[in-house]
């Protein structure tokens, strides 16, 4: 492993920006969210598949980034690398704060449809539950239940900063990585570090 000193513990949109080239970027959002727009250069290992990429990432010659949507998942991948000894930085703010400062998202052309982003995912299928519950709840009150228990969980998730909703999601075939994607990432960021 080389030993990185001073590495912050995060960076901000433009400090990220001044730095693109001396960093290697570490995109931990899913493959759909990835696609929808990253940083440029930057390389999607999801976050639940951080570990899977932990001995690659200990041998980086230069600093890691690791980005995500709003700087909540990439903190936990910073504190998940810090643990295993490989020092890194997380993106402020992530890819929202990067697009507000005005610095470009890198969309592939090859996406062949669109992807949402994970806080889109979350807001569509919360208000499906919502509206489901309160539908059903025409035909039996208890339905409505079902509604009140999403309401809860966006609750306790805003109190939290955490979403098991969006954990799920994450599971689903369109969020996960092909194993062939994630291989040939694995097999780039090897190339860069070494």
């Given at each position: 492993m080389t030993l990185r000193v001073n590495t912050?513990?995060?960076l901000d949109a433009d400090q990220a920006?001044?730095?693109?080239?001396?960093?290697?970027?570490?995109d931990v959002r899913t493959p759909g969210e990835y696609a929808s727009g990253h940083l440029p250069g930057a390389l999607n290992v999801p976050l639940d598949r951080l570990r899977r990429?932990?001995?690659v990432l200990g041998n980086a010659r230069s600093e890691l980034l690791?980005?995500?949507?709003?700087?909540?998942?990439?903190a936990t991948a910073r504190a998940l690398l810090a643990e295993h000894g490989v020092p890194a930085a997380s993106l402020t703010g992530g890819t929202g704060a990067w697009t507000e400062r005005g610095h470009e998202l890198h969309r592939p052309a090859?996406?062949?449809r669109a992807n949402w982003s994970m806080e889109r995912q979350v807001r569509f299928t919360a208000g499906g539950i919502v509206l489901a519950g309160?539908?059903?709840?025409?035909?039996?009150p208890a339905w409505q239940l079902l509604s009140a228990g999403v309401a809860g969980g966006l609750v306790f998730s805003a109190l939290t900063n955490t979403c098991g909703m969006a954990a799920l999601l994450s599971r689903l075939p369109h969020n996960r990585p092909r194993p062939a994607d994630l291989d040939a990432t694995l097999a780039a960021l090897a190339e860069r570090v070494s």
């Open positions: 912050p513990d995060s920006h001044g730095r693109l080239g001396e960093l290697t970027v570490i990429a932990l001995p690791v980005v995500c949507a709003s700087g909540n998942r990439s090859t996406a062949a309160l539908a059903l709840g025409l035909l039996h």
